[in-house]
């Protein structure tokens, strides 16, 4: 998944982010790569540690202090201009944190949303003005077009004023769902419940039309009620806006319906990736084999649940090798717990990360000699 | 059900009749009571010796509240709960007692029969006692330590998958779901009949939630044990559980085998709450039934059926009248007007 090609919306190259904390240095995503596709949703998931949030921070260049960030985060950027549309290439990664062109970015085309949507709406402020915000700050409106008297089609853009920016606030509103939009703009987010502040939060989020919307685990404080009702109000949006979703959860029944790809990640570096049915009807990594075989299904009686042993190691005193191998019920010994596997494609558009396939023994002299050894 | 004080079935080890947990709204300057949040209204279930009751529902059902109203730590405001006791029969043999009439000091005693492990792994151990401090403080309270207990103490860890050098660390060397092991090992030391496990998994990571179900799994059958289980995560419930009991806004909607309540529900709130489960399968068709609005508000709840609001088979008698809870099949029980009556799908099994 490494071409670029004109689908691509942000491209994630060897993503590596390291705190050095007085206990020691947790490198809390270890090389990531991959993909976004415009109007499509990946899924990242993994166990609590697994760095799933904090590369979806790196995307919008938000790695917390002492975080350092090493790689390549580029947003491919599409403009029509002259009358024909040209891809601007941003690198996320290099651009100033606290910068201008950052911030247009950051709430702009790249929006997020939260777990917790009690403590990500400020409680003095009206949802409404939660929206108007954004609005305000992201949203442009064209005031008049010089395309008819010159050659080149420029459009002079305005911001919107504070009463369009209200009759969108209720229009977003209406979108995802709240009754009574009118009224509730100007609800304070302590009347309202869970599962609606979650939709003031994806209204804020979509109100500036982002070409990407970053998910971080949305529905996991909520009921499954409303979970089900928030889900399909993003599949819906989605449709009709073309943006794409980065998912991130640890809910696999979630990310099944969902994502069209997905990543699955441990101790900071993906360990499998594919598209969802690839890997949910054939999972490569011992990993997610048993990640998958470890849930409860509704539906389905098992009598065990199939369990990985242990437990996530420390991020200070990661094993050697292969991070996994501590665990693995394939482990093999003198390789695994030696050689460090690469991410390589083992099927048909999946890649994984594991030495019981060939791809994934990198190219050393050294590890060569182990694998030839047995 | 047993309706006439005599129990039918010889198995069943407790049995809840009516119970209601009203919390009062106070309001104006002088705190007058000015209404009542009904958490729990007239809730009816038993449990069977050796066999776990999944107690199921979405926030704010009251799920919470009637398990811990059962052991008295929120006092009821009405009801009955008969438990079959070891602890306080003097005959030795199992001996049918009234927890709410009972004292102070009796039921004491009586908690030697019941325990219970929590939600939370990291609140609910105190971070200033060390593993053996933690698992002995039941025996030291019933007056049990003696010479065999670090041998005692040794073996309920080694059972729940600790090892024994761990009894003299604290609670924060360790991680969410050996944390959570302590808390099991704790709720055994007294060898008790029944637990009330509270949303035990639900802070854990799945592979780590896996082995927890299976050890409580292994428990139950190596020490016959019954166990009220509540959780909000309906595949959770449906692997842990022999039967199920589905609660709504303080009510039971629902109470049958887990395969026969799963397969055909026959209350329409159960039939939405799992057609809305998120499935780990990417092929299966989303057919969910999405409930509209919100959970209705047990301090302000709507009159007649409390689902109606939501429910897409309502008519006007569901508007009027409280359904009660009907034993429908043998052993299943709803409480809707139309139960039976409706052609509801459950899932596949």
């Known amino acids: ?374 | 059900m047993a309706d006439n004080g005599n129990v039918k079935d010889e198995n069943i080890l407790l049995e809840v009749k009516g119970l209601k947990k009203y919390f009062p709204i106070t309001g104006g300057m002088m705190r007058k009571v000015v209404g009542y949040v009904k958490a729990v209204d007239d809730v009816n279930f038993f449990v069977r010796e050796g066999e776990t009751l999944g107690l199921v529902g979405e926030s704010g059902c009251g799920k919470t509240t009637a398990g811990r109203a059962v052991m008295r730590l929120y006092e009821p405001t009405d009801g009955e709960v008969r438990f079959k006791s070891r602890a306080l029969s003097k005959s030795g043999k199992p001996e049918w007692v009234s927890l709410r009439e009972l004292n102070k000091e009796q039921l004491k005693t009586v908690y030697q029969d019941i325990s219970m492990i929590f939600q939370d792994p990291i609140g609910s151990l105190n971070p200033r006692m060390t593993v053996y401090d933690i698992i002995t403080e039941p025996l030291l309270i019933h007056n049990k330590v003696g010479p065999n207990t670090e041998e005692h103490v040794i073996q309920l860890l080694q059972r729940v998958g600790l090892r024994p050098e761990h009894i003299r660390r604290y609670p924060h060397e360790f991680s969410g779901g050996q944390r959570q092991r302590i808390g099991i090992a704790r709720s055994l030391a007294l060898n008790p009949q029944l637990i009330i496990c509270d949303e035990p998994v639900s802070a854990l990571d799945v592979s780590v939630q896996a082995q927890t179900l299976n050890l409580l799994n292994d428990l139950k059958e190596d020490f016959n044990l019954a166990y009220i289980f509540v959780a909000h995560d309906l595949s959770v419930v449906q692997h842990i559980s022999d039967r199920v009991a589905v609660m709504y806004v303080g009510r039971i909607a629902e109470m049958a085998e887990s395969i026969e309540l799963y397969s055909q529900p026959l209350h329409p709130y159960t039939e939405a709450l799992m057609s809305s489960v998120p499935r780990p399968n990417p092929r299966a068709k989303k057919q969910r039934i999405i409930m509209e609005g919100d959970v209705a508000d047990p301090g302000n709840p709507p009159p007649g059926c409390l689902f109606h609001p939501r429910c897409r088979y309502v008519q006007e008698k569901c508007k009027i009248e409280v359904p009660e809870l009907r034993e429908i099949k043998p052993d299943h029980y709803a409480a809707c007007h139309f139960a039976g009556e409706l052609d509801l799908k459950g899932v596949a099994m």
């Open chain 1, 1 to 374: 998944m490494n071409e670029i090609t004109d689908d691509v919306l942000v491209s994630i190259r060897d993503l590596r982010i390291r705190f050095d904390v007085r206990d020691g240095i947790v490198n809390a995503v270890d090389g990531a790569n991959f993909t976004i596709r415009r109007g499509k949703t990946l899924g990242v998931i993994g166990e609590s540690g697994c760095g799933k949030s904090m590369t979806a921070k790196a995307i919008m260049n938000m790695v917390p202090k002492p975080g350092i960030m090493t790689g390549e985060v580029t947003l491919y950027k599409r403009h029509v201009e002259n009358g024909s549309q040209i891809v601007e290439e941003i690198r996320l990664d290099q651009l100033d944190k606290d910068g201008e062109e950052i911030r247009k970015i950051r709430g702009g085309t790249i929006t997020m949303i939260f777990q917790e949507p009690m403590s990500s709406l400020t409680p003095v402020f009206s949802a409404g003005f939660h929206i108007m915000e954004a609005v305000k700050l992201h949203r442009f409106l064209p005031i008049e077009s010089i395309g008819e008297t010159m050659t080149r089609n420029i459009q002079k853009k305005r911001q919107v004023s504070l009463e369009e920016a209200r009759e969108i606030a209720i229009d977003m509103l209406q979108k995802v769902g709240l009754p009574n939009a009118a009224q509730r703009v100007d609800s304070y987010p302590h009347q309202l419940s869970g599962g609606q502040r979650q939709r003031v939060m994806i209204a804020i989020a979509l109100s500036t039309h982002p070409d990407l919307l970053i998910a971080d685990e949305p529905t996991t404080a909520l009921d499954v009620s409303i979970e089900a009702q928030i889900l399909d109000l993003m599949r819906e949006l989605q449709e009709t806006v073309d943006m794409a979703i980065l998912f991130i959860t640890h809910n696999m029944g979630v990310i099944a319906e969902m994502a069209d790809e997905m990543v699955v990640m441990y101790m900071g570096k993906e360990v499998e990736e594919g598209s969802v049915i690839d890997i949910f009807e054939n999972p490569k990594h011992p990993y997610t084999r048993l990640l998958l075989a470890s849930i409860p299904e509704i539906g389905e009686k098992k009598r065990e649940l199939a369990t990985i042993k242990g437990m996530t190691p420390s991020p200070f005193d990661l094993p050697t090798g292969c991070v996994f191998h501590p665990r693995c019920p394939d482990f093999m010994p003198g390789k695994c717990d030696v050689v460090k596997p690469l991410l390589a494609t083992v099927a048909k558009n999946q890649n994984a990360r594991c030495l019981m396939y060939d791809p994934c023994w990198p190219d050393t002299a050294e590890a060569q000699a182990i694998k030839a050894k047995a």
